[in-house]
């Protein structure tokens, strides 16, 4: 380790919290997808902050429509308007295609399931029905929809009467859904849990059966949402609408910002006064959002982004070690076929790339959605090298 990072590294753990534990680089500056640390290493970001910058780093488009908005109105609370809320919704709406669509913004993944979770008891019910697996945030009413027990058990009780049922089940969504479900919420990809594609018909089969018992289908496309799987939300291809879409993670370009989309009756249940985020839908934050949807859109990405599925999928499913190449888009999990995840996740580090290892055999690949195929081609062939020097046990 460089002296430098050595005094991040105490000044860090003598000032901030334990709860992310240690982090092994800092980073001080990024120019698309490449990102570098306080040593002048460059890597090639295909993490992308989580699934967060989905336009890179520092893209000029962003940047310009940061700097115009904090120039002129940088926040205004919400007992005003102003005009890129507005703005922002009706994109938000015609990207959603239905004219009963009505955004709160918030400034999180957690906020926006928060919000959904409080919407939910409008409907006069309270039971909530989440899979195992998933991941909704960390505030306590999205830990209570998390499916994670590691991540609940030293914090209970949490909000009750949350049933939580094996992803990808159909059946034993049907056993868990009563007359007393206010919502069910889903992943249309599990992104935390390592990248787990539910079988097709799944999200169209609870949309019918939440029809049919009067619950709300709540997707959570925090990490799928986007553009990031090729599809604005990730779950279009199965035809259907839910009542609720909660979005985050990269609709801010990088900004903090989080959006709950209610559709249809449920865009009708909250009323003035009961819900609310002084953060919620800043200007600079819609700013930032309305800039990336405009290029998302000009430039055609989420086609693209669909090639770059195509390229790595086959790529990297022949690769010595690699078990399967699984996800939708550019939210992908390499399986591996030892539980070496960390182990490679560090050689890449090492190596020049930024990937995670959500689990002990998976590699979650999430770069900016404009990366250029060149270094998605440089990472595959690197990723070889080091796949053929290690030990696969
Ligand atoms: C990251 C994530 C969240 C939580 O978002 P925060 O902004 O960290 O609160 C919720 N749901 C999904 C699917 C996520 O990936």
Redesign the pocket.
């Known amino acids: 380790m460089s002296k430098k990072q050595d005094k991040f590294s105490t000044d860090w753990e003598s000032s901030v919290q334990s709860n992310y534990g240690l982090p092994s680089i800092t980073l001080v500056r990024g120019k698309g997808s490449i990102a570098i640390d306080s040593d002048g290493q460059k890597y090639v970001d295909l993490l992308s902050g989580?699934?967060t910058n989905i336009l890179g780093h520092a893209h000029p488009s962003i940047v310009k429509a940061i700097r115009k908005q904090v120039g002129v109105l940088g926040h205004v609370s919400n007992f005003y308007m102003h005009p890129g809320v507005i703005e922002l919704a009706q994109k938000l709406q015609s990207l959603v295609g239905d004219e009963s669509a009505r955004t709160f913004f918030c400034?999180?993944?957690?906020?926006?399931?928060e919000a959904a979770l409080k919407l939910s008891r409008l409907t006069g019910r309270t039971g909530i029905v989440a899979t195992q697996g998933?991941?909704?945030?960390?505030?306590m009413g999205?830990l209570a929809m998390?499916g994670q027990p590691s991540k609940r058990e030293l914090f209970l009780p949490l909000v009750p009467s949350v049933t939580h049922v094996r992803y990808g089940s159909l059946s034993a969504m049907k056993r868990a859904i009563t007359r007393k479900t206010a919502m069910v919420i889903v992943?249309p990809i599990?992104?935390?849990a390592g990248v787990v594609v539910p079988p097709s018909g799944y999200l169209s089969g609870i949309r019918e059966m939440c029809t049919h018992s009067g619950a709300l289908m709540v997707v959570?496309?925090?990490?799928?949402g986007m553009g990031r799987t090729g599809q604005w939300f990730g779950f279009e291809h199965e035809g259907f609408v839910p009542d609720v879409i909660?979005l985050?993670?990269g609709i801010g370009g990088g900004l903090?910002l989080?959006a709950m989309i209610a559709l249809g009756g449920a865009s009708q249940l909250f009323q003035p006064g009961d819900h609310g985020s002084t953060f919620g839908g800043n200007p600079i934050a819609c700013a930032s959002a309305l800039a990336v949807i405009k290029v998302l859109e000009k430039d055609d990405v989420l086609i693209k982004v669909q090639s770059d599925e195509i390229f790595l999928k086959n790529s990297l499913s022949q690769i010595v070690g690699v078990k399967e190449v699984r996800g939708r888009g550019l939210l992908l999990g390499v399986v591996l076929q030892s539980t070496i995840a960390m182990e490679i996740r560090t050689e890449l580090q090492s190596a020049g790339y930024l990937v995670n290892a959500p689990t002990g055999n998976i590699l979650r690949i999430a770069p900016a959605l404009n990366i250029k195929r060149a270094y998605l081609e440089k990472f595959v062939q690197d990723f070889e090298a080091i796949m053929n020097r290690v030990d696969h046990g």
Do not use: C, M, W, Y
């Open positions: 989580i699934a400034n999180s993944g957690a906020e926006a399931n998933a991941f909704h945030g960390r505030t999205a998390t992943e599990l992104g935390e959570d496309a925090v990490q799928t909660t985050a993670k903090p989080g």
